[in-house]
T-cell receptor
């Protein structure tokens, strides 16, 4: 079983729509959780970290359910510029470093006008 | 945030040859990571490179195929040796840095083996 599973999509939504991505992880000892964004032919960049209490950054809300080993990302009021691939990432390390990152294969989002 | 310069950005190589990819970071970092991203797939860690020691390879990757150098705290190279078309992929280097320990990536090297 893969460490991190994501629905690859693609998700095609109109501007202004709300879209949600889900991700599951297999290792219950996973410690840190992130959503990265990868634009076409570009490197991944951190979108936001995911905390047990949930966190919000503008139009983006991330949530973690440790019991179900499930992570979600909600994007409200989608913009054309949100079109990208969203990568779910987990790590196992407890220390001050991230250690090895485990990536999902990404969920592709296209926002159309 | 860390700024990583990775080159070449792309290359087309003949099978049986080798390509060396370079990563330069604008600050000193303890660990550098090398990933591979095959089309439509997730990033897979090839190895972790620490300065002054042998790189640590993940299952399925060996030093003879992917030799790594880490001569100082700001630089690393990954060589893809004796290439075959199956090595066609994007290769990315990565470092951790920042108050909240964020992973930063180089721009990637898009390799096509013909």
């Amino acid at each position: 079983r893969k460490e991190v599973e994501q629905d690859p999509g693609p998700f095609n939504v109109p501007e202004g729509a709300t879209v949600a991505f889900n991700c599951t992880y297999s290792n219950s000892a996973s410690q840190s959780f992130f959503w990265y964004r990868q634009d076409c032919r570009k490197e991944p960049k951190l979108l936001m970290s995911v905390y047990s209490s949930g966190n919000e950054d503008g139009r983006f809300t991330a949530q973690l359910n440790r019991a179900s080993q499930y992570i979600s990302l909600l994007i409200r009021d989608s913009k054309l510029s949100d079109s990208a691939t969203y990568l779910c990432v987990v790590t196992h390390d407890r220390g001050s470093t991230l250690g090895r990152l485990y990536f999902g294969r990404g969920t592709q989002l296209t926002v159309w006008p | 945030s860390a700024v990583i310069s990775q080159k070449p950005s792309r290359d087309i190589c003949q099978r049986g040859t080798s390509l060396t990819i370079q990563c330069q970071v604008d600050s000193q970092v303890t660990m550098m990571f090398w990933y591979r991203q095959q089309p439509g797939q997730s990033l897979t860690l090839i190895a972790t490179a620490n300065q002054g020691s042998e790189a640590t390879y993940e299952s399925g990757f060996v030093i003879d195929k992917f030799p790594i150098s880490r001569p100082n705290l700001t630089f690393s190279t990954l060589t893809v040796s004796n290439m075959s078309p199956e090595d066609s992929s994007i290769y990315l280097c990565s470092v951790e840095q920042g108050k909240n320990t964020e992973a930063f990536f180089g721009q990637g090297t898009r390799l096509t083996v013909v």
